[in-house]
């Protein structure tokens, strides 16, 4: 059942789409459609390097990106806009049409978004009736604000050939503040008619629909984080609710700072399970800053699936910084009247993609789900949760395996997720997994299961037209696809794979999970192959690049399976490991540290350093794509404190929130500035301040940088034929 379709034609697409949903997944062209979504932040990152980020996005499977337009960022005072650098809307959409990635706009008028005033400009506030409710006064601001954003949006639309397919309106409206019950519905709905009216006319619209959200009938997305640092408290806190299997959609804990989570007030029944939420990090705020691993991710990411998520809606996917305010700073803060304090720059959000552009741990660790959905999430859409009879829904239970089945009919996969961030789980030694089906049982090899692990396996798995895979102790990555049989590859220890029926020419390949983190899959020589290589490849729109930094005694060098037909230019052939061919640069770069002098100024609070770095002749003039020229340096800094500051030629460009993690500072973003000012502010013991891990603290209390190190980053091009 179509609930909603609209066609366009896309201009990176070049063919005719149509977009719709029923009520258990999304649609593209009638077929079940699992996209990846990531947020990421136009306003907070440089217009210049917006292309490089959304190749790198892409290249980590993401396919949709979805991003605030921020009201305050446009029209910090009333009635001047400011659509131009970092705020160019119209610029960002024909980066994403040219890098060939689909655009969800949240378009407000409220976001929240960790913003000054929720993203409402302060002259807005001023105003004699109050916003957010269903003034006819209030509604007219709103009006003209989403004409004005259209005329920057106007022709890339789906409809029009463009990038856009979604617009979500408002956000948590009902939740963070707003009416509720009928009023708030109305008020929602009347949103929808101004979009519509100033001309978004798309196939999806959406609301955020947890925790008595109103959501004005429109399609409601879902969130989930790791923690919550918006959480007044500065103790550990409850253990969540993402880490464990259940049927409930709703996250409790989202904007408890606010207002403890309500039920939903939609059916689940006629609405597929979306995430537009799913915490890819989490930003620190300064009374509470926990850290959010790639583990701490990569298994909520693994139980949304088990539970039955049809998209994966990352917020942040790429962290950013706020821009300078005309009139003030533009972080949230309890000055404004919200309950956090936020660092005035830094929107890292230890998101996938970091704050400058750095390729992390998880996104490599959520690369691993983007594989497996882009080759299966077809007919992985179409498959029904089961919860099994030993599973436990409480985070607390620490004792119990859980366990859940995603399948339709007889064919599907087993969840299992023995990790429950900042808690130690139960060891489950020698289990035999069972996936208990109508009419059978499938039993999986026997497995030791750590504290920490978590995994999914297939069953009754198609393997081309005339075989199955039965069960295998490891996880699908992808396929790679070739004319006269395809190669199935997977990741685990042990497979033990147990087929049945002709496979024919198609082969079963089993990576270990390190090398799955570090796969790649690009086409070459009209072949698919998957690239292992430690560094980040990422493709564009001829040929790819590795992203490198080097090491000592490193070459520059790359696993690929099956063998490419012929080397790269600079690259050679050097060896074969079991199923790789490895492949050599010939000239790598060499590691080049830069010098750096600190010049250190104490007070009682704080501690100054002058920073002097002497670059050894690196160019200033930047290239996208720039060869042997370092792409970026970044500063590294170990530092003990409350919290830095970053000075450039006496203007505060950044800043960071000790959490004992190291901050890096990419400074090409700066031009390479020869001359940086770091201040360091006192971190006391006895502040009221949650940290996950604390620092010892010589006489109670420090403000040091302990190490400062620069490290380059070179883009190699990677020509394959």
């Known amino acids: 059942m179509a609930v909603a379709a609209v066609e366009g034609k896309v201009k990176h697409l070049n063919a005719k789409e149509v977009f719709g949903w029923t009520p258990e997944y999304l649609t593209r062209n009638g077929r ?20 490089e980020s959304l190749y790198k996005m892409k290249a980590c499977g993401v396919d949709v990106v979805s991003t605030y337009v921020i009201w305050i960022h446009h029209e910090e005072e009333e009635g001047r806009y400011d659509f131009t650098g970092c705020r160019n809307l119209r610029k960002f959409l024909a980066a994403a049409d040219k890098c060939g990635v689909l655009i969800f706009l949240r378009i407000g008028p ?46 890339y639309l789906l409809k029009d050939g463009g990038p856009i397919i979604g617009v979500q309106i408002e956000n948590e409206y009902g939740h963070c503040g707003g009416l509720q019950a009928e009023d708030g519905e109305a008020h929602m709905r009347r949103l929808k008619e101004l979009a519509v009216k100033a001309g978004f006319e798309v196939p999806y619209y959406t609301a955020t629909g947890w925790g008595g959200a109103a959501t004005g009938g429109l399609l409601p997305v879902l969130g989930g984080y790791c923690d919550a640092p918006w959480d007044p408290r500065i103790t550990e806190i409850e253990p969540s609710v993402n880490y464990v299997f259940t049927r409930e959609r709703n996250d409790r804990n989202i904007g408890s700072d606010q207002r403890k989570g309500e039920d939903l007030t939609w059916s689940c029944d006629k609405f597929p399970y979306l995430t537009a939420e799913l915490g890819g ?24 699936l088990g539970c039955g998520a049809n998209l994966l809606g990352y917020y942040m996917y790429h962290g950013g910084t706020n821009p300078h305010g005309k009139r003030s700073t533009l972080q949230e803060s309890r000055e404004t009247g919200y309950p956090n304090d936020l660092p005035e720059y830094s929107y890292d959000f230890n998101a996938p993609i970091r704050e400058y552009g750095q390729i992390s741990d998880t996104a490599l660790e959520l690369k691993l789900y983007a594989m497996f959905l882009h080759d299966f999430g077809e007919e992985f859409c179409r498959m029904d949760t089961y919860l099994t009879e030993e599973n436990p829904e409480d985070p607390n239970d620490v004792s119990c395996l859980r366990t859940a089945i995603r399948r339709n009919g007889s064919s599907g996969y087993l969840f299992v997720n023995n990790y429950q961030r900042r808690k130690q789980l139960a060891e489950h030694n020698a289990v035999t997994l069972k996936a208990e089906l109508p009419g059978e049982c499938i039993q999986f090899g026997a497995q030791d299961i750590h504290d920490g692990d978590y995994f999914f396996y297939p069953f009754h798995f198609p393997i081309g037209e005339k075989a199955e895979l039965l069960c295998a102790n490891a996880t699908p ?9 395809n190669r199935y590859c997977f990741y685990g220890k042990d497979p ?45 729109e001829q040929g790819c690049d590795i992203l490198y930094r080097p090491k000592a005694h490193e070459t520059v060098e790359f696993a690929a399976f099956p063998e490419l037909a012929q080397s790269p230019e600079g690259f050679e052939k050097s060896r074969t490991e079991g199923i790789y061919t490895v492949y050599t640069m010939s000239n790598s770069p060499k590691p080049q540290p830069l010098r750096c002098k600190m010049t250190e100024y104490r007070d009682a609070d704080s501690t100054r350093y002058e920073v002097e770095i002497e670059y050894d002749g690196i160019y200033r003039e930047q290239g996208f794509f720039g060869g042997r020229i370092p792409e970026d340096v970044f500063l590294k800094l170990d530092y003990t404190g409350e919290s830095l500051e970053l000075f450039i030629n006496g203007t505060k460009e950044g800043d960071h929130f000790y959490t ?30 949650y940290i996950e891990t604390w620092p010892d603290l010589p006489d109670g209390g420090e403000a040091v940088v302990n190490t400062l190190t620069a490290e380059k980053e070179y883009r190699i091009p990677l020509q394959l034929a």
């Open 32 to 51: 079940p459609w699992f996209p990846v979504m990531g947020e990421f932040h136009y306003s907070r990152y440089p217009d210049r390097y917006w292309e």
């Open 110 to 155: 409220w976001c929240h978004g960790e913003v000054r005033n929720g993203g409402f400009p302060d002259w807005l506030l001023q105003k004699e009736y109050e916003p957010r409710t269903n003034d006819e006064r209030y509604f007219a601001c709103v009006e003209a604000y989403y004409n004005r954003v259209f005329e920057e949006v106007q022709g």
């Open 281 to 304: 990090g989490i930003q620190v705020t300064k009374h509470r800053r926990p850290v959010a691993s790639n583990r701490d991710i990569g298994a909520m990411t693994l139980t949304k």
């Open 477 to 485: 990555l992808c396929v790679l696809h070739r004319g006269d049989g």
């Open 496 to 540: 033990d794979f147990k087929v049945t029926g002709e496979p024919g020419k198609n082969e079963l390949v089993c990576l270990s999970r390190q090398e799955a983190l570090h796969s790649w899959k690009i086409e070459a020589g009209g072949e698919e192959h998957l690239l292992i290589c430690g560094h980040p490849v990422i493709k564009r």
């Open 660 to 689: 004992g993690q190291l901050w890096e500072i990419g400074l090409k973003r700066f031009d390479f500035p020869e001359k940086v000012e770091l201040v360091i502010h006192r971190l006391d013991r006895n502040m009221p301040v």
